[in-house]
């Protein structure tokens, strides 16, 4: 269709048209408005290349949080050679006799490469003693030994960067409502997803634990109110740059994290336990 006439066909579009033309043209901006910060990205991966890092990358979070939104605008325009995904399944019988952090070491980068976990070793945190998949012995031996495993990452020079998405209660409920009806999003919802909003102040309770146990100044969380996905993404993206000082660093961009959304984990804390003290409950 030549502009003209689509110009033409706009002046005829009702409401829904205009304001799904709308949407998709805040999604286009947003996405222009976070290239400058993903161009980053390749000289970060170029540096750890060139000096042979490894990088790991946690990605956590409660279900419809934005998690696989934001890996995709992580790695969107990366050096595929150099960078992977790793989202593991339910272990296998053979994993689950092993020791517990076994088949994630097994996926650990090699020299120059990033490796982002959506999802990790922290389901032993949350998801499965919430669900009984773990015994509750299994859950206080993670809690006693991930701050050592993970200060042994750091240790051997691994970059070790750990994000955690916090969504709210009510917008979590309307990602899963539209998992529900639209079609093209269906396959994301999962029985376990219909039990995350029975199960929610419980979450929030082994959050809580997780943050404070496993924040520490070697390995510390960075929490990001992801309620507004394109400020997550950006957040996240800045939060990683950051953590690495590497060559040619274009220094026309602004890479302070957002204080309205971005916490450092000793901050989450704080908030939370304040919110106990003022309501009683945790609420975040």
């Not at 020299?111 to 859950?139: H, K």
Request: glycine share 4%; net charge negative; with cysteine.
């Amino acid at each position: 269709m030549e502009y003209q006439a689509f110009l033409e066909e706009l002046k005829q579009a009702d409401d829904d048209f205009k304001r799904l033309l709308y949407k998709h043209y805040v999604r286009y901006t947003e996405d222009e408005s976070i290239k400058p910060y993903q161009a980053e990205l390749i000289k970060l991966q170029e540096h750890l290349e060139k000096q042979q890092q490894k990088m790991i990358i946690l990605v956590e979070g409660r279900d419809a949080a934005g998690k696989g939104g934001s890996i995709r605008r992580i790695t969107r325009y990366m050096n595929e050679k150099h960078y992977r995904v790793v989202a593991l399944g339910k272990p296998s019988n053979v994993q689950t006799s092993q020791w517990y952090f076994q088949r994630y070491v097994e996926q650990f980068p090699r020299g120059g490469e990033i490796v982002l976990f959506d999802r990790s070793w922290y389901n032993r945190a949350m998801v499965e003693p919430i669900f009984e998949f773990c015994t509750q012995q299994q859950y206080t031996t993670f809690m006693k030994t991930v701050t050592q495993f993970e200060d042994d990452l750091v240790e051997h020079g691994i970059v070790f960067h750990k994000i955690y998405f916090s969504v709210s209660k009510r917008t979590q409920e309307e990602r899963f409502t539209e998992r529900e009806t639209n079609q093209l999003k269906k396959w994301k919802l999962s029985e376990i997803d219909v039990q995350m909003q029975e199960k929610w102040d419980e979450f929030t309770e082994m959050k809580y634990q997780m943050l404070k146990r496993t924040h520490s100044h070697t390995s510390p969380w960075a929490v990001i109110r992801s309620n507004d996905k394109h400020r997550a993404h950006l957040n996240a993206i800045k939060s990683i740059l950051n953590k690495v000082d590497y060559e040619d660093r274009n220094m026309s961009l602004d890479y302070t994290v957002d204080e309205d959304i971005y916490y450092s984990g000793a901050r989450e804390i704080e908030l939370m336990e304040n919110q106990l003290r003022e309501t009683g409950k945790f609420i975040v």
